[in-house]
């Protein structure tokens, strides 16, 4: 089946830096990516839809000056974290939509961030 | 406000038993149902796939029905095993592919 994978796999960082997470489509062209956050114990949160060349749409609430979301590529899609806090920690999860309109998204492996 | 619901939270069944895990949503404008599952700490695995127009798939032991109708899909597991032991989580899907997950059962399977 298709891959997603999501780099880096886990980082920790300082409150104030920003964070940058790459999320590739690796045996397949995605014209759409998604970008979801997972807190501990619940679920999967849509944050922001991220289409190839054109801007991402972000969810109610999701802020999208401190999460920057850029799809420059057919297989690339980058979450950067902007001005990172502690309550920004949490599990980040990306999918990917084949372009030819196969209905199934694939998703990455997760990528755990912890804001000290 | 499109709403994903999953009982039971938590579930522990002996091995060999056969389970039946609850999704409920809200949008009867559903474009596809979806069944995952999650290991701790990982990302998520796609088990079935249900389209709006189908009233059920299967894949080996398991099969997951949709009632569009009464805003309701099951995950059967058949004769559960060690395995099987992860979170289960459904996602509606709608026309603009984007997922709303529920909570998610999280399953024990005891040997």
């Known amino acids: 089946g298709a891959v997603v994978s999501q780099h880096p796999s886990w980082v920790i960082c300082k409150s104030g830096t920003s964070v940058k997470i790459e999320c590739r489509s690796l045996?397949?062209?995605?014209?759409?990516m998604f970008w979801y956050r997972q807190f501990p114990k619940q679920s999967l949160m849509l944050m922001a839809t991220s289409n190839e060349g054109s801007k991402a749409t972000y969810e109610q609430g999701v802020e999208k000056d401190k999460f920057l979301i850029n799809h420059a590529s057919l297989t690339l899609s980058t979450l950067t974290v902007t001005s990172a806090h502690p309550e920004d920690s949490s599990f980040y999860i990306c999918?990917?939509?084949?372009?030819?309109?196969?209905?199934?998204?694939?998703f990455g492996p997760g990528t755990r961030l912890l804001v000290l | 406000k499109q709403e994903v619901t999953q009982i039971p939270a938590a579930l522990s069944v002996p091995e060999g038993e056969n389970l039946v895990l609850n999704c409920s949503f809200t949008?009867?404008?559903?474009?596809?149902l979806q069944w995952f599952r999650q290991d701790p700490g990982k990302g998520l695995t796609s088990l079935l796939l249900?389209?709006?127009?189908?009233r059920e798939q299967t894949s080996g032991r398991l099969n997951a029905s949709l009632d569009k109708s009464s805003g309701r899909s099951t995950l059967y597991i058949a004769a559960s095993q060690p395995g099987d032991s992860a979170t289960y989580l459904c996602?509606?899907?709608?026309?603009?592919?984007?997922?709303?997950f529920g909570s998610g059962t999280r399953l024990l399977v005891r040997p």
């Open positions: 949008d009867s404008a559903i474009y596809n």
């Open positions: 996602a509606q899907e709608d026309s603009s592919y984007k997922l709303i």
């Open positions: 249900i389209q709006s127009s189908q």
């Open positions: 999918s990917a939509r084949e372009s030819t309109g196969a209905e199934t998204q694939y």
């Open positions: 045996d397949f062209q995605a014209t759409t």
